[in-house]
């Protein structure tokens, strides 16, 4: 926890810091890059960065963790601590990339607010900051030693044995270890971090739920991402990489998983490409021939873009006290009409002790958390999995 003489500098200075750090954190990522620019090039996503999700993600979880300490002084906040870590581990972040970042942002911090940053300020922003990381460092060092790795060496090469196109813009890649080693086999909900070279020589990394685990391999599912930043890793897996093309795979990571041990009903509600870790988690249901009682929610654009559709239904059947409900948008045949649009979680009984997996557009989560707590759902049970940057610091999750 903080000293009592800190917790009193954050508690009177966080609203200037929080309304600074809209400006803090593009000027701590200038700072960044302009002295390591390999790690925009190989680590960070460009992607992100240029939409700036990653600095308003930054933002939200500095202002986040400085509120919660002086907030609530003898809780650490775990939950936001464990999400980070996993990100961290999955990108192999180690230790000594933390000091390299205090360096640039109290720099940003000081140039922005000027001569409010006095000694004892900076002084007890800093404790903030090593309390953040320390307790990062401590997660991510477990998670590596889990996982039999030394601190950041989580990329296995791997080559491509299996390729399968699940709509027009979604294809599931099996991957294998070239060297025949035996992967962990993951947990039911987790990723994995996938980096490619791009042709400008980049090494960018990007994060894909898995999507199944058949013999002595691993599945993970990628959407095509139009736009302006287009998906570069995305759509360069699309276009480039076919069966026997080899990839450097991380090793599974992830904090929101199927609990195994809990005996009540669960529910997965997705929607779009958010059905990915879902089918993981129902995949892993079947195959253990779970008695819990299963409701999956999906919505979609239309039936042909949705992914698993037929996996889905072949899965929901093979569990003994299952059902699945689907919404689209754009029916492209007979539909029931009350079937037709956005998810309506409101049309289905959810037992209010249920435990619920959410995956899918930020607004698609937020008004589908808040009809579930509606319907007695506990917050603690509502946990959530955001693709990219976690936008949303407000769950309870």
């Known amino acids: 926890m903080l000293s009592p003489k800190s917790t009193e500098i954050v508690r ?5 810091v929080g309304g600074a750090i809209g400006e803090i954190t593009p000027l701590f990522y200038d700072k960044l890059f302009a002295e390591r ?3 925009l090039r190989d680590l960070f996503n460009r992607g992100n960065q240029a939409n700036g999700s990653q600095r308003q993600a930054l933002a939200g979880a500095i202002a986040a963790f400085a509120t919660a300490l002086v907030e609530h002084p003898d809780v650490r906040p775990d939950a936001l601590l464990s999400r980070i870590a996993h990100k961290h581990a999955a990108l192999g972040v180690t230790a000594e990339q933390y000091e390299l970042v205090r360096r640039h942002l109290f720099a940003a911090i000081a140039e922005v607010l000027g001569e409010a940053v006095t000694p004892e300020v900076a002084a007890a922003w800093d404790e903030v900051y090593w309390l953040m990381a320390n307790a990062l460092i401590a997660l991510e060092a477990r998670l590596y030693e889990g996982a039999g790795v030394p601190a950041g060496e989580v990329f296995v090469p791997c080559r491509v044995v299996a390729r399968h196109r699940e709509t027009a813009d979604v294809v599931t890649f099996e991957v294998r270890p070239l060297d025949g080693r035996e992967l962990p086999a993951g947990k039911p909900g987790q990723y994995v971090s996938v980096r490619v070279t791009l042709p400008d020589g980049a090494r960018q990394i990007r994060q894909y739920s898995l999507s199944g685990w058949p013999d002595d391999a691993l599945c993970f599912s990628v959407k095509r991402i139009p736009g302006d930043p287009a998906g570069e890793v995305s759509n360069h897996l699309h276009d480039h990489v076919a ?5 450097q795979v991380s090793l599974p990571f992830g904090d ?8 009540r009903p669960v529910v997965l509600v997705s929607a779009g490409i958010g059905c990915t870790p879902m089918t993981g988690m129902l995949a892993h249901l079947a195959a253990t021939g ?3 009682r299963v409701i999956v929610v999906h919505a979609d654009r239309s039936e042909a873009d949705h992914a698993f559709r037929e996996e889905t239904r072949r899965l929901v059947a093979k569990l003994p006290d299952a059902e699945a409900h689907v919404w689209y948008e754009r029916p492209e045949g007979e539909w029931p009409a009350e079937r037709t649009g956005y998810a309506d979680l409101s049309a ?12 899918g557009p930020l607004p698609f989560m937020r008004a589908a958390r808040a009809r579930l707590l509606a319907a007695g759902v506990a917050p603690a049970d509502v946990h ?5 940057p976690d936008l949303w610091l407000g769950a309870d999750a």
Do not use: Q
């Not at 009177?12 to 200037?16: F, I, K, N, W």
């Not at 929101?256 to 005996?263: C, M, Q, S, Y």
């Open 37 to 39: 620019p390999d790690l």
């Open 243 to 247: 069966v026997g093309a080899e990839l």
């Open 290 to 292: 779970s008695a819990r």
């Open 12 to 16: 009177a200075t966080l609203p200037a």
């Open 348 to 359: 289905i009984d959810v037992p209010a002790d249920a435990v619920v997996y959410l995956c």
């Open 256 to 263: 929101v998983v199927l609990d195994e041990a809990d005996g």
């Open 384 to 388: 959530y999995e955001v693709f990219g």
